[in-house]
Structure formats: C-alpha cells, structure tokens
C-alpha cells in the first residue's frame, strides 16, 4: 500500500543507538512542551516556523495521499468521539499476570496521554483527555495469559503476519464503517489500533494499525516514565515522517529523529499540532 509515512517497519538500528546510546539523552533538552500552545491559534515559537513548514512541504511531497487517507490517529479518535480502543497483540510465550496486564494498559495509556495532551486546549482541539482502552488481548496459547476474569476479550491462536491478533470483524484496521455488526461485542468492543508486543525485537513500527514493540523491551520499561521507542510509534500512528535522511533547519535532537532524543521534544509537540492544524478542517473544526 502506498503510505509513505508507514514506512516504518525497520528502525531498528537507529532506535537501538538511543537505547544504548550515552549521549543521547545529553542532546536532549528538558522542555516544558505545553508551556507554548495558545489555545486558539497556530502559535510555534518563531524559530520553529521554518523548520515546522520545511517538514509538512516535505511530507506533501514524499507521502502519496497525504490529504486522502482517512485513517491517521486523528481520523480514529474523531470517529470515537474522543476514546481508541487497542488490542495487545502478545507476540511472546511469557506468561502475563492479571497484574502485568493491567500495568501494560496503564503504560499504554500514560505514554498516550503524552501527545494527547498536547492538543488539550490547543487550536480547537474538542477533547479534555483521550481514554486509552484495552479491550483484547491476542494470543496463541489462552494457558499464556492467568487470568479468567471476562474484562477483555480474548482470541486464542487467530494468526496473521505470523502473530496473534483480535478478531478482524473488530479491527478498524479492517472494517471502516464504524459498525462492526460482525464483532460480538459491537462497537464497545472493537479496537481502533494493536499495541503489538514482540518477543526479542528491538527498534519498532508504526501506522494507522497501531505499534509494534519489544515485548520484553515494554515489561522492562513499565517502570520508566518515558518510553521512547512507543512515543516515537505512536507519532507514526498520527502521520509523523521518520528523518533518517534529512534534518530540518535549526532543530537539534527530537523523538521522530530516531536515536536523537528519547522523549517528545519542543519540535515533536508542534510536528504533532501542525498535523491536527492542516487536517482539523475535515472535522468541521
Ligand atoms: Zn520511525
């Protein structure tokens, strides 16, 4: 499929580099990323007006239906009115605990909440807080996942791309008009995106389908405050570009340049708000 900005599926390497790279974190500038949004214009600190339209003339001429796709994260939460629903695709054989379930969807969610939060106040952006749901769990073998309580649907050994997955009737991957007659659990159970957990990978992917992580790289960070490699996936998910070619003028380190930054910088926020600033329109906003 011709998305250009899911090309995501290797950054490995780079990411890798910011894992275990040192100095990394020193190129990292703590910002108060929130500090600068007005809440009812377009309003970058001025030194990032020409970098921010260096990017989005980039992504118009690299992405092939910049302005047709109708999938982005965006698209998602406005077809919600203001929720995405996930299924943990478990890609591993680790047993998962009640407890370790349900630490993976509060990660999950707080990491979320760090771009959505962005948007709070900002420009017209409708929503307060954007909920983060788990409502499934996929998995090949049921005796992997201990426990037997009903809070989240469960698919046993339904394989695609050589992983487990929800059932596609409830992917909004798969099914686009927004009814899901064929899911069981209807609308309150489908599933926007999969958090996709792999057993001994390191780097990531991203896109409209969701994110792909290392399982145990995400169980190893449940207790980190940033964990990058998702931030950075979940960008994809909202339309950001990878830099593995090009740097913009005058940014240094940022989180959607692979292995400059491990948290969402100043430059990452305002890529993130620029892209709710040319697609708002399709929402009446
Ligand atoms: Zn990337």
Known sequence: MSRPWMR??????????????????????ARDVTA????????????????????????????????????????QVFANGGYLNFCVRWDSSAPVS?????????????????????????NNW?????PIKVVGWAVRDRATLQWSDNSVDV????????????????????VRDGQYRNCPGGVPRHYDQSLWLTAGMGGGAGGDWGQRI??????????????????????????????YDWTPSGVGGFLM????????????????RDWWRHLKSRYGR
């Open 214 to 243: 290392g399982s145990e790289y995400f169980v190893n960070n449940l207790g980190s405050p940033t964990v990058h490699i998702l931030l950075h996936e979940i960008g994809h998910t909202f339309g950001l570009d990878d830099f």
């Open 98 to 122: 009640a407890s370790l379930r349900d630490r993976i969807h509060a990660k999950l969610a707080e990491q979320y909440k760090k771009w959505t939060d962005l948007m709070v106040g900002h």
């Open 126 to 130: 409708p929503y307060a807080q954007v």
């Open 36 to 75: 600068a949004a007005n809440p009812a214009t377009w309003s970058p600190p001025s030194n990032l007006v020409t970098p921010l339209n260096q990017v989005w003339s980039h992504q118009e001429s690299t992405y092939g239906d910049l302005y047709g796709f109708r999938n982005y994260g965006w698209d």
């Open 257 to 272: 340049k692979a292995g400059s930054a491990t948290t969402i910088t100043e430059f990452d926020a305002w890529m993130f």
């Open 155 to 174: 698919y046993v050994d339904n394989i695609r791309e050589n992983a487990p997955q929800c059932a596609e009737q409830c992917g909004r991957f798969f």
């Open 8 to 29: 995501t599926v290797l950054t490995a390497l780079a990411l890798a580099l910011a894992v275990s790279g040192a100095g990394v974190a020193q190129a990292e500038q």
